[in-house]
C-alpha cells in the first residue's frame, strides 16, 4: 500500500496519536483511573510502528528490524509498567492532577508529543521507498539499541527486586548497575533510542534529517523536565539527611555508568560540563550546614546513620 494522507505518514501518526492519547485521558480523567497511563504511552509506539510497516508494505530489512525493536521495546516497558504500578497501587504524579483538568489534560497532550516525537525516525524509515544496502552505521545503531535495551531492562528488573525485599524497605537502590549510575534505566533508554536514529541515517535526505528532534526531545525531557529531576528531588527529600546516601550520590555519576571510585575524584566542573550533574539535581539537597545544626541540637542524631 502506498502512503496515507502524507507521504512520510506524519500526518497520519499524529492524528492516531492524539486520538489514542484522548482516548486514555477521558478514562483517567471520567474515572479517576490513572493506572493505565504509561501503559498507553508505551502501547502507542506499538501502534505507531506497527501501522506504518504494514501500510508502507515495503518490507524492507531496516524496516522490519527498526520495527521489531521498537515493539520489543515498547511491549516489555508497556507490561513491566502496568505490573509494577498494579503492585503498589498508585502513581503519585497524579495526586496534585487527579482533580484538576487542566493539569491532567497538559499532561497526556505532553505525553501525545512524546509518543509521536520520538517516533519520528522510525516513522520515516517505515515510510520511505529507500533501501540502500546495510553499512556500518546500521550496525551501530543497531549495537547502541540492543546495550540499551538490555540495561534499561536489566536496572528496572534490579530495582524492582530491591524494592520487594522487606529489608531495603525505606533505602535507596544501589544495586547492580544503581551502583554506577543513579539512573540506569534512563541511560538505556536514551542510548536505545539514539541507536534507533543513527540506524535510520542512511535513508535520511535533507529534510528527513529533522528527525533528530526524536532523540533529542527524549534526552532533553529525562535530564530537565519528567525524569531525572522529579527522581533526584524526591530522592534528595527522603534520603538527604543520610551520609550513605550522601556518598552514594557524591561518588555516583546521575546518568553516565562509571565506576563510583572515579566518578568520586571527578572535580565538579568536569561532573557539571560532561557528566550532567546539574545543579538542578541538588536544588533539595540539604547542604551540611543544615545537617551539623540538626545534629549538634540532639533532635535528628538518628538522620545520619548510614543505610
Known amino acids: ?27 483517567t480523567a471520567l474515572l479517576k483511573f490513572d493506572k493505565v497511563t504509561d501503559f498507553a504511552g508505551s502501547t502507542n509506539f506499538v501502534i505507531l510502528a506497527v501501522l506504518t510497516l504494514l501500510l508502507k508494505g515495503s518490507w524492507h530489512f531496516r524496516q522490519i528490524i527498526l520495527t521489531l525493536f521498537v515493539v520489543l521495546w515498547a511491549l516489555r516497558l508497556a507490561f513491566f509498567l502496568l505490573l509494577r504500578i498494579l503492585q503498589w497501587g498508585e502513581d503519585r504524579r497524579f ?11 497538559v499532561f497526556w497532550m505532553f505525553q501525545a508529543l512524546w509518543v509521536w516525537a ?3 525516525p522510525l516513522t520515516l524509515v517505515n515510510a520511505s521507498d529507500r533501501n540502500p544496502f546495510l553499512k556500518p552505521v546500521d550496525l551501530i545503531g543497531m549495537l547502541m539499541w540492543a546495550v540499551g535495551f538490555m540495561i534499561e531492562a536489566t536496572a528496572d528488573q534490579q530495582k524492582l527486586s530491591f524494592k520487594k525485599s522487606s529489608q531495603n524497605r525505606g533505602n535507596w537502590c544501589n544495586v547492580g548497575l544503581w551502583q554506577y549510575t543513579r539512573h540506569p534505566n534512563y541511560f538505556g533508554e536514551i542510548l536505545l533510542w539514539w541507536g534507533i536514529f543513527v540506524a535510520s541515517t542512511p535513508i535520511l535526505k535533507k529534510a528527513e534529517w529533522l ?4 532523540p533529542i526531545f527524549l534526552t532533553l525531557l529525562l535530564l530537565f523536565v519528567s525524569g531525572i529531576p522529579l527522581l533526584e528531588e524526591s530522592a534528595d527529600k527522603k534520603f538527604g539527611n543520610l551520609d550513605g546516601y550522601r556518598v552514594y550520590k557524591q561518588r555516583t555519576s546521575p546518568l ?6 572515579v566518578y568520586g575524584k571527578l572535580p565538579a566542573w568536569f561532573k557539571s560540563g560532561f557528566l550532567f550533574e546539574f545543579p538542578l539535581y ?15 541540637s540532639g533532635k535528628s542524631s538518628d538522620t545520619l546513620k548510614i543505610e
Open 118 to 120: 520520538v517516533s519520528l
Open 1 to 27: 500500500m502506498g502512503t496515507v494522507i502524507d507521504s512520510h505518514f506524519l500526518a497520519l501518526t499524529a492524528i492516531i496519536t492524539i486520538f489514542y492519547q484522548l482516548l486514555f485521558f477521558i478514562i
Open 211 to 214: 528527525v533528530i528532534i526524536g
Open 282 to 296: 541538588s536544588r533539595n539537597f540539604p547542604p551540611e550546614e543544615q545537617i551539623w545544626c540538626r545534629t549538634s
Open 256 to 261: 553516565i555508568p562509571l565506576p563510583p571510585g
Open 95 to 105: 495526586d496534585e492532577m487527579r482533580n484538576n483538568l487542566a493539569k491532567l489534560a
